[in-house]
């Protein structure tokens, strides 16, 4: 018998037999743990639509913005998961299977991020456009978020979509369930 002992090992490594690793989590278990986050910051969401229809206050919608990121990057490098992901059983890992740090949260929500910069700048350019103060509903707020943004803005947001998913598509298909954020990252999504 070896003398090497798996309770002296702070983590489980790349060497260690398949049969003691987590299970990797799969494409529909973290679809659930989005719904739920998504749940989650629906009051924020609420929130942050009447702000544009009837408040009208700029701090306000910056505030709202930055909730979901902050919830997101901490909760993860805090404790590995979101609400989403506790609910659904699912932790973030490192490849090497030890808990994630902030650093590698932050770049989880790098692809994430381009797009809520994007989203920052088009709702900046909306707050501060002509005509944004008698938008009262969505037929008048699409037209006038259009006109804001510009042309360039608005494709620049719809590939920044585009990249988000595919991105959680890679989950599908990757062998080791890797979303192209999870690659960015070096990290894995585990079922405890």
């Given at each position: 018998m070896s003398d090497h002992n798996i309770l002296d090992d702070d983590l489980l490594t790349e060497n260690t037999p398949p049969e003691i690793l987590p299970p990797l989590a799969g494409f529909w278990t973290r679809v659930g743990a989005s719904l739920v986050d998504f749940l989650v910051m629906l009051p924020i969401t609420g929130l942050g639509v009447y702000n544009l229809l009837s408040i009208k206050s700029l701090p306000l919608a910056v505030?709202?913005?930055?909730?979901?990121?902050?919830?997101?990057?901490?909760?993860?490098?805090?404790?590995?998961?979101?609400?989403?992901?506790m609910a659904t059983h699912i932790k973030v890992l490192g490849t090497d299977y030890a808990p994630i740090d902030m650093n590698q949260a932050v770049k989880r929500y790098s692809i994430y991020g381009i797009n809520f910069l994007l989203s920052a700048v088009t709702t900046i350019l909306l707050f501060s456009s002509y005509g944004f103060e008698?938008?009262?509903?969505?037929?008048?707020?699409?037209?006038?978020?259009?006109?804001?943004?510009?042309?360039?803005?608005?494709?620049?947001?719809?590939?920044?979509?585009?990249?988000?998913?595919?991105s959680v598509i890679f989950v599908a298909f990757d062998i080791r369930k890797q979303a192209l954020h999870d690659k960015i990252a070096g990290t894995l999504v585990v079922t405890k």
């Open positions: 505030i709202c913005m930055f909730v979901q990121p902050v919830y997101k990057i901490f909760m993860e490098g805090q404790y590995g998961a979101t609400l989403g992901k008698e938008v009262t509903n969505f037929l008048t707020l699409g037209p006038q978020q259009a006109q804001a943004a510009g042309t360039m803005l608005n494709l620049l947001s719809q590939l920044s979509g585009l990249l988000v998913l595919v």
